[in-house]
T-cell receptor
C-alpha cells in the first residue's frame, strides 16, 4: 500500500517551454501533497505544499509564477514548470500524505532543459 | 532552529556489520522522526519512523533510537547487506499527526556496504 506515482519519469525540453509533472496517490486519498526539488548528492528541498481544492503554499524563495501547482483531486497534484530554463534542470519529487503525518514519495521526475 | 543535522556524510561498513547514522535537532516542537532510504535516481522510501513517546522502535534489521533529552535520534542497521547501500535521510516534523507537518530533512548519509 501507500504507492505514489509520478509521470513522466524523465523529460527533456527546450528552453522557454513549459513542462507538466503529475503526481498521483494510487491506493489512498491525499488531502496534502508536497513538491520537492533535489540537486545531485544533496538533500531534498521543499518547494511547496499542495492542498486539495486550495492554493498551494510556497516556501520562501520559490517563485509561484514559475512553478505552478494544482491539486485538482484527492489523488492528483500537478507541477508545471513554466518557461523552463537550464537552471531549472533538476530532480523533482512529490510526496503524499494519507492523513497521519506520514509522507510517501513518488519515484521522481528528472527534468533536463536544453 | 529548524535544522536537522545528520552525520556522518558517508559511511563504509563491511557486510554483516552494524551501520549507525545519527541526527540531532534543536526544535523541541518536532514530534515525528522518519528515516528514508533513497537509491540513485529514485524517490525516497520510508523505512521506519518514531514519535517522541517511545525511546526505541525496531522493524526487522532497522532500529531507531530516540533520546528526547539530548534531542538526538539514530538509525541502526543490523547485519548490513550490500543491498542496503544507498543514501539515508533522517527527517523531523511538527504536527506530525496531521497532513500539515512539513518534513525537515537532514543532509543525508551515503552508506556503502562492502561484500
Amino acid at each position: 500500500g501507500a504507492v505514489v506515482s509520478q509521470h513522466p519519469s524523465w523529460v527533456i525540453c527546450k528552453s522557454g517551454t513549459s513542462v507538466k509533472i503529475e503526481c498521483r496517490s494510487l491506493d489512498f486519498q491525499a488531502t496534502t501533497m508536497f513538491w520537492y526539488r533535489q540537486f545531485p548528492k544533496q538533500s531534498l528541498m521543499l518547494m511547496a505544499t499542495s492542498n486539495e481544492g486550495s492554493k498551494a503554499t510556497y516556501e520562501q524563495g520559490v517563485e509561484k509564477d514559475k512553478f505552478l501547482i494544482n491539486h485538482a483531486s484527492l489523488t492528483l497534484s500537478t507541477l508545471t514548470v513554466t518557461s523552463a530554463h537550464p537552471e531549472d534542470s533538476s530532480f523533482y519529487i512529490c510526496s503524499a500524505s494519507p492523513g497521519d503525518g506520514t509522507q510517501y514519495f513518488g519515484p521522481g521526475t528528472r527534468l533536463l532543459v536544453l | 532552529q529548524q535544522q536537522v543535522k545528520q552525520s556522518p556524510q558517508s559511511l563504509i561498513v563491511q557486510k554483516g556489520g552494524i551501520s549507525i547514522i545519527n541526527c540531532a535537532y534543536e526544535n523541541t516542537a518536532f514530534d515525528y522522526f522518519p528515516w528514508y532510504q533513497q537509491f540513485p535516481g529514485k524517490g525516497p522510501a520510508l523505512l521506519i519512523a518514531i514519535r517522541p513517546d517511545v525511546s526505541e522502535k525496531k522493524e526487522g534489521r532497522f532500529t531507531i533510537s530516540f533520546n528526547k533529552s539530548a534531542k538526538q535520534f539514530s538509525l541502526h542497521i543490523m547485519d548490513s547487506q550490500p543491498g542496503d547501500s544507498a543514501t539515508y535521510f533522517c527527517a523531523a516534523s511538527t504536527d506530525g499527526s496531521s497532513n500539515t507537518g512539513k518534513l525537515i530533512f537532514g543532509q543525508g548519509t551515503t552508506l556503502q556496504v562492502k561484500p
